[in-house]
Structures are given as C-alpha cells and as structure tokens.
C-alpha cells in the first residue's frame, strides 16, 4: 500500500487578545515574540517539517511577515494563506489548500509540542483516520462559583496537533458543524468519537503575557537545554582511493585511506553529536574491525548516528565544520556536503548546516598533502 502524505497545517492567525497591552499600549502578538530566539511560529515549522511532506501556514495581516520569515527553517514545501474569522474558518483554508492524504492541524501557540507527540497523532490518523492529542486531567478540579469539586475520571485536556484523514474532515465541514472549539468537535458531530493520543504536558499553549518566562525557560533553559559536542577526525592522503567529503566525491588525485569511505567530514560531525549526548564515539558505534563497515558510505553510518540520538531522547539542532586541506579547492562542493548532511539528520535543514574549508597555508602535515582534517561542533537537545 502507498504511504499517505501528511500536510501539516500551522495555525498563526490569531488576534492574540488574551496577551494583553505591552509597555507602550500595543496589542501583543504571541506569534511574532520569540522565547529562547524563534517565534512560535518558527519552532512549529521546525517540529513539523520532519514529519510532514508540506507546510501551509495560515496567517493574518499581521503575522505574514512572521511565517514568511518562520517557512525560512522548514526543509519542505511551504504555503502561506489567509485564514478567516473563526478558528475553523482559518482551519478550513488551510486544509483547503493542502495536498496531503492526511492533515496534522496544530496551533502555532502551541510550540514545545515535541517529535513524540507529532508522530503519535500522525501514524493514528493514518491507521484510523484520526489521531488527537490528549492528556488526563491530573489536578482537582472545583467550579469557581460554587466551590464543588468536579470528577476528574474519564476527563482529558485536549491539545493539539489534531490529525485526520483530509477529504474526511473536508467531507464534515460541508455538513455544517456550527461553532466549534476545535477539529475534533467538527469530526465528531459527523463521524463519532475521536481517536485520542497521549500528548504531553510539557505541549502547552501560550495565551497570556506571563506564560512567556515559562517558554522562554523551557526553551532557553529547562528540558529543552541545549548541549555541545566536539569532533575531530583526521585521514591519510594516498593515490588509488576516492576523496569522499560530505558524501560528495570530490575530483582529486588523492584520496582519503580509511576502513569505510574515510568521510572525515562526516565521521566529525558523528563524533560532535555522540559526545553532546554522551553517547559513545564513532570508533565504538562503527569499529573498524567489523567487516560489515567495509567501504560502507559514512552517510548511512550519519543517519544511524541521528537515529541512535533519537531513540535516546535527543534531536540535533545545528552542525558547524570546518576542514583544513591544502588541496583541493572544495569552494564548489560545499553547499552539496550541506544538503547532503542535511538529509541524513532528522529534523534539520540545510540552513542549519554549516561546513566551511580553510587552507593551512603549506604548513603541518595537511599543507604538505600528507592528510585532511575535520573538527566540528554539533548542538544537540533533549525532546
């Protein structure tokens, strides 16, 4: 059976009212604020391009500019439209405009929401049709008005994202569902019950102007901490070998001796992001000494890297290389390594890439064509 695609519809066309004034007398827009450095809109573009073959962005007047600038991170297609009055008028014209078998619908106000959670809601719209982020209610609850306390049992707080089969949803917004809350209010009243999948409780929404210090530490300074790595990795020049860097073979009379394709790039960026999530070096994941690593291509060693961070909790954030070689000039081949890195780590794009090369001026054994040398620096964060 052919995968189903998924489109993501990110919305920011809010009239943020529940934020308040700032200092001047402006309305605040949550959507063009950004804890820990990114708008709101640009932390879900990021979340949701690993999981959806397109984007669509519904926005406002006033919070274009922001989602042209958020579409900038996102390493697939992204469409921009205008939503509408109500929260499902913005809604129905960003399913509207989207392509995809599935739609993952989640408010941009909600942009903690982790690769977890996502992936949860999409695979059970996929299997079922629907697939909607929940948690159970944990507190007590007690009406204002009367002091009584409510019976949590059964209860759910439902977030977002919302997933659901698209010409389905298209389907029960034609029947007229009145005004809803949410998609799966509109689902429901046509098709049931919804699918329910375990959110998160870090999947907050911000809504007011004191929500912003906790955004802002969770991102800058709470579970989403970031963390550092270093690698460094160094091969011989010798005649008979390809030069492989970045996976991309680069013309040259030399090339670099080593058990696989001796991609001293990559085996860098492997090394940066195994020691930011303490998990080991190159040399124990991919011992040289295991035939099964002969010749291989350091890309496929890149992606299994990635996945082990994954499978532990964590997602690369950003890379930066740098490789010291005499020769040859890799000027041309650079933004090729990029995309290709790119490509084999979930979650980044190509801007997030940066791998830069420098000559040594003759000196050192890389001036004298003896070897290349890579160090690079990987960021990395906990989901």
């Known amino acids: 059976m052919e995968e189903k695609t998924v489109s993501a519809i990110l919305l920011a066309a809010g009239g943020s009212t529940r934020m308040g004034l700032g200092k001047s007398g402006e309305r605040i827009n949550k959507m063009t604020i950004k804890p820990g450095g990114e708008s709101p809109i640009a932390l879900c573009v990021r979340a949701f391009s690993a999981f959806a073959d397109e984007i669509v962005i519904v926005v406002s007047d006033k919070t274009r500019d ?44 909600r942009c903690l929401v982790s690769g977890d959670v996502i992936e949860r809601a999409i695979e059970r719209a996929k299997a079922r049709s629907s697939g909607v982020a929940a948690v159970k209610v944990r507190d007590t609850l007690r009406r204002s008005d009367t002091g009584e306390t409510v019976e949590r049992e059964g209860l759910v707080m439902m977030q977002t994202p919302q997933c659901f089969d698209r010409q389905m949803l298209l389907e029960a917004y034609d029947m007229d569902p009145g005004d809803v809350t949410d998609d799966a209010a509109v689902w429901q009243k046509a098709y049931g019950k919804v699918e329910l999948t375990e959110g998160s409780i870090v999947n907050q929404k911000l809504t007011e102007q004191n929500d912003i210090a906790f955004f802002d530490r969770m991102i800058g300074g709470g579970k989403l901490k970031m963390r550092i790595g270093i ?39 492997i090394d940066a992001m195994l020691g ?12 040289d000494r295991d035939p099964q ?21 964590f997602a690369v954030s950003n890379i930066d290389a740098t490789i010291t070689a005499q020769e040859p000039k890799l000027a041309p081949y650079i933004d090729e390594m990029r995309k290709r890195i790119a490509d084999a780590i979930p979650r980044i794009g190509i801007e997030d890439v940066s791998v830069k090369a420098t000559t040594p001026e003759h000196t050192g054994p890389e001036g004298n064509l003896e070897c290349i040398t890579v160090r690079a620096v990987a960021c990395v964060g906990r989901l």
């Open 293 to 313: 690593y002969k010749d291989i291509s350091s890309l496929i060693l890149l992606e299994r890297a990635a996945n082990l961070l994954e499978e532990n909790g």
């Open 231 to 269: 690698g460094e990795d160094t091969h011989r020049l010798v005649e008979g070998r390809r030069l492989v860097l970045g996976g991309v073979d680069v013309p040259f009379r030399l090339g670099l001796l080593g058990h696989s394709d001796a991609d001293a790039l990559i085996h860098a960026i």
């Open 66 to 109: 922001a989602a042209a600038e958020a579409s900038l991170v996102s390493s697939v297609p992204v469409k921009i439209v205008l939503g509408g009055e109500r929260r499902q008028d913005s809604v129905l014209n960003g399913v509207t405009a989207a392509e995809g078998d599935i739609v993952a619908i989640h408010d941009c106000a």
């Open 276 to 287: 930011a999530a303490a998990l080991g070096d190159i040399g124990r994941l991919f011992p």
